[in-house]
């Protein structure tokens, strides 16, 4: 299997000039602890990056995309595809959170529900991609879209001082992996660490097993982070260059979204903020870290939430 290398990092980060923002990195805690806020992208998620890498590479060779997606995926090719003049289509769960789904319609793609699991979603994208000639994208286990996450990871490496740890939020692992690559290649002695749900610890059972496994399904507040098992790819990726894997459950998730909204004025979905709250629940005790904030479309029902417990 060929991997993605920093090469293919640094000419994705030419390609995808025009689509993405270089993000911010956020001192908190006197400078300990550093956020990468991939929720200041145009999407609202550090999947634009990924996206835009694969799109731009196959423009002039297909007519039109297809993907499936739980939601930040499928805004980011609807998005990069609508600059690009050209049709997309975004299979996502009939759970898809409400603010994603409005705007992968805004940006022009059609959206398709379908199920509540990825392979479901999988599956009918590849039948519509058949059926209707449109160029399949992988949500994350693909090179293009790896190097293109990646881009998240050189920045970081240009951006902070003495680091100890980043600490990546995961589900199919195309961020982890690609930020993994750039780190590693850029400044080795930092320790890569993946965050997951509690209830879908995919790749901290598969580095148990030595192999990939698929863990039965758990539901979690952090939405984007339902995959089941690791990609291929990602697997042969994280097997080299992470250190560790470590689990939050949902009630640490919360408090860190609340955290951030309250202290930090930032606004971050679950998904987003499971790499931070692995640091603030003294989960992850390296400092300084830097930690990978992922995503900031967060489904206004929970505000209400937020705020009661927070009162």
Known sequence: MNLPTIDDVRAAAQRITADVRRTPLHPWEDGQILLKLENLQPTGSFKVRGAANHLRAVAGSVRGFV????????????????????????????????????????????????????????????????????????????????????????????????????????????????????????????????????????????????????????????????????GALTWEVTARVVDEFVAVDDEATLEAVRRLFLEGHLVVEPSGAVGVAAIFAGIVKDRPAAAVISGGNLDLALLPTLFSQAS
């Not at 690009?84 to 994603?100: F, S």
């Not at 959206?111 to 991609?129: F, K, Q, S, V």
């Not at 780190?183 to 749900?197: H, N, S, T």
């Not at 539901?219 to 089941?228: E, M, N």
Request: charged fraction near 15%; include cysteine.
């Open 67 to 230: 993907t499936a997606s739980s939601g930040n995926h499928g805004q980011a090719v609807a998005y990069v595809a609508h600059r690009m003049g050209m049709p997309a289509v975004v299979v996502v769960p009939e759970t898809v959170n409400p603010l994603k789904a409005a705007r992968i319609v805004g940006f022009g793609a059609e959206l398709i529900p379908c199920g509540t699991t990825m392979p479901e979603r999988a599956a009918l994208a590849g039948r519509l991609a058949q059926e209707r000639g449109l160029h399949l994208v992988p949500s994350f286990d693909d090179a293009l879209v790896v190097a293109g996450q990646g881009t998240c990871g050189l920045e970081l490496a240009e951006q902070a001082g003495d680091l100890a740890a980043v600490v990546v939020p995961t589900s199919g692992g195309g961020l982890l992996s690609g930020v993994a690559l750039a780190m590693k290649a850029l400044r080795p002695q930092v320790r890569i660490i993946g965050v997951e749900p509690r209830v879908l610890p995919r790749f901290a059972a598969s580095r148990a097993a030595g192999a990939r496994v698929t863990v039965p399904f758990g539901d979690t507040i952090a939405d984007g982070l339902r995959g089941q098992q690791p």
